[in-house]
């Protein structure tokens, strides 16, 4: 049986916003909201904490860049920052990529919560049960 290249190893070049020595960054396939980047390491791994102290503050210093670029390109009024790392955390794609997904006002009637709404049923801590 023949398995499928990773996705992220195998990017065309006109995908490729940036990079760096350790990542690249793309826009998302399936955006969540105007500017919904991904910051992805060049080495396949599936997991963050696989990354080298090296790769890591590279990756982190794209999240950096990213960030910079969607404030000057898009003016969002806030961030949400993801990964999913692992099948039960819903990782589809088994290369490490960190979401920076751009919010709104309004975009979401209240977005209280924000990363606590994977698991709905524990997101709303605030309102008395």
């Given at each position: 049986?023949?398995?499928p290249?990773c996705?992220?190893?195998t990017?065309p070049?006109?995908?490729?916003?940036?990079?760096n020595?350790?990542g690249?960054v793309i826009?998302d396939?399936?955006?969540v909201s105007?500017?919904?980047?991904?910051?992805i390491?060049r080495?396949?791994?599936?997991?963050?904490?696989?990354?080298?102290g090296?790769?890591?503050?590279?990756l982190l210093?794209?999240?950096d860049e990213?960030?910079?670029?969607?404030d000057?390109?898009?003016?969002?009024?806030g961030y949400?920052?993801?990964?999913?790392?692992?099948?039960?955390a819903?990782?589809?794609v088994p290369?490490?990529?960190i979401h920076?997904?751009?919010r709104?006002?309004?975009?979401?009637?209240d977005?209280r919560?924000?990363?606590?709404?994977?698991?709905?049923?524990?997101?709303d801590?605030?309102?008395?049960r």
């Amino acid at each position: 049986m023949k398995i499928p290249a990773c996705p992220f190893c195998t990017l065309p070049p006109e995908r490729i916003e940036f990079s760096n020595m350790h990542g690249v960054v793309i826009r998302d396939g399936y955006p969540v909201s105007p500017g919904h980047t991904l910051v992805i390491p060049r080495r396949h791994m599936a997991s963050y904490f696989d990354l080298e102290g090296e790769e890591r503050d590279a990756l982190l210093a794209l999240l950096d860049e990213a960030k910079r670029r969607l404030d000057k390109a898009l003016h969002p009024d806030g961030y949400n920052i993801g990964i999913n790392d692992g099948a039960a955390a819903g990782q589809t794609v088994p290369h490490l990529h960190i979401h920076l997904i751009p919010r709104y006002h309004a975009d979401r009637h209240d977005p209280r919560g924000g990363v606590r709404w994977v698991i709905p049923d524990k997101a709303d801590y605030w309102t008395p049960r």
